[in-house]
Nanobody
Framework: QVQLAESGGGLVQAGGSLRLSCAASGRTFSRYNMGWYRQAPGKEREFVAAINWTGESIYYANSVRGRFTISRDNAQNTVYLQMNSLKPEDTAVYYC????????????????WGQGTQVTVSS
């Protein structure tokens, strides 16, 4: 069982930066692949970024590549999402999720989800 708790969301102006954190409970965090997803009002939840359990494989959505960076600290049971050059279209609730052995980009493979943190980017 893995419990996830996101933090770091907030209101920022376009062009600004935020760093999201996702703290995980459980002794086996280091064996889980981790992902970030987001859901804007009226839209489906979409993939943002993912990192495998070793940190060696990383994927980004085209819309965030070059602006967002995912990383993990297995000693701290935490995964991060550094978001730079934020745009109004990045406004959404951001969720972190964990999967054990499933493809990084397959939303249905993620077994555990956090409650989400709101990111609002003003123009």
């Amino acid at each position: 069982q893995v419990q996830l708790a996101e933090s770091g969301g907030g209101l920022v102006q376009a062009g600004g930066s935020l760093r999201l954190s996702c703290a995980a409970s459980g002794r086996t965090f280091s064996r889980y692949n981790m992902g970030w997803y987001r859901q804007a009002p009226g839209k489906e939840r979409e993939f943002v970024a993912a990192i495998n359990w070793t940190g060696e494989s990383i994927y980004y959505a085209n819309s965030v590549r070059g602006r967002f960076t995912i990383s993990r600290d297995n000693a701290q049971n935490t995964v991060y999402l550094q978001m730079n050059s934020l745009k109004p279209e990045d406004t959404a609730v951001y969720y972190c999720a964990a999967n054990y052995g499933s493809p990084l980009y397959n939303q249905r493979g993620y077994e555990y989800w956090g409650q989400g943190t709101q990111v609002t980017v003003s123009s």
